[in-house]
């Protein structure tokens, strides 16, 4: 009877003792798996802070771009004393234009295609094509040439 008692408490005892290597064993895996938990998010929440960076810079650049094409369009070209010029330009679509070019007295309409370019028409009369006024560009435009024209009287020759 005594054996049986000892058996009893023994078993008792391992039994009670194991729950508690259970939870030991339990925490102790449980710790790496939430470490890696957290790593993954890191790794997660940095990939998606690159990807956004990436679509910032590249939405950045095509707004630059457009914003280039806008002001080259606006420039005025007219003015200038060469043989040929270009007194207007009108957009009709993405990439397609009208241009009016003077060649000496004659003036000439274009068609401006990303492949082609087509005369269609030669003015019998010449159109008087005038400076639109305040327009910003052709403010600094004559800024900068009376800046420049100043500092090439001021340099000795």
């Known amino acids: 009877m005594r054996l049986l008692m000892m058996l009893m408490l023994v078993s008792a005892s391992a039994w009670s003792a194991e729950p508690a ?3 030991k064993s339990a925490t102790i895996v449980s710790a790496p798996s939430q470490s890696k ?5 890191q790794v997660s ?10 679509l910032l810079v590249i939405g950045l650049i095509f707004l630059l771009a457009w914003v280039v094409r806008r002001i080259q369009q606006n420039i005025p070209v007219s003015g200038s004393q060469q043989a040929i010029s270009l007194l207007a330009s009108q957009t009709l679509g993405p990439r397609d234009r009208l241009l009016l ?7 000439i309409l274009l068609g401006l295609t990303p492949g082609t370019i087509v005369p269609l028409h030669v003015l019998q009369e010449p159109i008087e094509v005038s400076k639109p006024e305040g327009h910003l560009g052709s403010a600094f435009a004559q800024r900068l040439a009376k800046a420049l024209k100043t500092s090439a009287k001021d340099e000795p020759e």
């Open 101 to 107: 070019v003077q060649v000496g007295k004659e003036q």
């Open 21 to 23: 290597v259970t939870q």
């Open 37 to 41: 938990l957290l790593e993954a998010g």
């Open 45 to 54: 929440g940095q990939l998606l802070q690159l990807v956004l960076g990436l």
